[in-house]
């Protein structure tokens, strides 16, 4: 629609209407708006395929995986999603969409080395540091390999991101020999917080069974943040972990370090999925929805706020 106006004001009253209408209209537009902070980049070479616990397929390979992912951050406005993974698949993922924020992931036992890292972290190559995989390697983020990188971390302002609570069933027996439910217990990390006072850093999966202490962490430690990953809608038990662990997070007003991500890993799926069950839960305000969605990992990843 065209306003025509034939007084010497016109064109100030449509100025003013203009920066009206703006006014109203960016709070719509900008509503809704969700950071991931929990995803996964592969390439063709390192990519797998599996049925997901609760039923989800898989992505059929890589690529395939790279445009549903995209399709769903479109679908659910998603502004800035975090993957993790090897340098090549980060590499792979942020070049075909700039909306993915890489961070690096020590997949492998043996990490890059810190000269590297640093230089990554420099060229913004790396913008987080996670997931941090020490658990499946039997070992924690205070094993004193991390020692070097938290430092940079620290000193970069670079979030770190820590797998916490379990993993699929019978890894042990397969990949993952060297995996121990009791080292994803985010107490073994303590020493990290204190060592470490300014490093920002997120437990995945808020702890998992072990969510009473990520709670007491997070009330001892406020550069503390938790992501809910995998609680939102792998398997029941889980879910009922982010349930319990949610409405304790509100009761003592720890809810403005809670992060959404979807850890959608080969299960695109996983990204509506988690979004409609956090929408769900009643107990939350929409403001405090919004938080965990959005504001609150957007004040981890230093894009403001
Ligand atoms: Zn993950």
Redesign the pocket.
């Known amino acids: 629609m065209v306003i025509q106006f034939s007084n010497d004001n016109g064109n100030n009253v449509k100025y003013i209407i203009l920066a009206l209408l703006f006014l109203i209209l960016y709070p719509l537009l900008s509503y809704g708006q969700i950071i991931d902070v ?1 995803l ?1 980049a592969y390439t063709e070479q390192d990519y797998w395929v599996a049925t997901a616990r609760n039923g989800f397929p898989p992505a059929a390979s890589a690529r395939d995986l790279l445009e549903k992912t995209i399709w769903k951050m479109d679908e659910h406005n998603i502004e800035w999603a975090v993957v ?1 993974g090897n340098l090549e698949s980060l590499k792979y993922f942020t070049q075909a969409d700039n909306r993915f924020i890489p961070s690096y992931q020590d997949y492998a036992e043996n990490l890059i080395s810190v000269d590297s890292f640093v230089s990554l972290v420099k060229k913004g190559d790396i913008q987080v540091f996670g ?1 941090v995989m020490a658990v499946y390697h039997g070992q924690t983020l205070n094993d004193e390999k991390y020692l070097p990188y938290l430092k940079v971390c620290e000193e970069y302002n670079i979030p770190v991101a820590y ?1 916490t609570g379990g993993t699929f069933p019978g890894a042990n027996a397969t990949i993952w020999k060297k995996f121990r439910l009791s080292f994803g217990n985010p107490l073994l990390i303590e020493d990290v917080l204190v060592r470490y006072p300014r490093l920002k850093l997120s437990l ?2 808020a702890g998992s069974n072990f969510y009473e202490n990520t709670l007491r962490m997070m009330d001892q430690y406020p550069q503390l943040y938790a992501d809910l ?2 609680l939102l809608w792998l398997h029941p038990m889980e879910k009922d972990y982010a349930v319990k662990f949610l409405e304790s997070a509100k009761k003592y007003g720890l809810l403005d370090r809670v992060m959404f ?1 979807s ?1 959608q ?1 080969i299960w695109p799926d996983s990204i509506t999925a988690s979004i409609r069950f956090l929408d769900s839960l009643s107990f939350l305000t929409e403001a405090e929805k919004r938080d965990i969605l959005y504001h609150n990992a957007k004040r981890f990843l230093n894009k403001g706020e």
């Open positions: 929990h996964h993790s997931e797998h995945m999966h990953g995998v991500g850890d890993m």
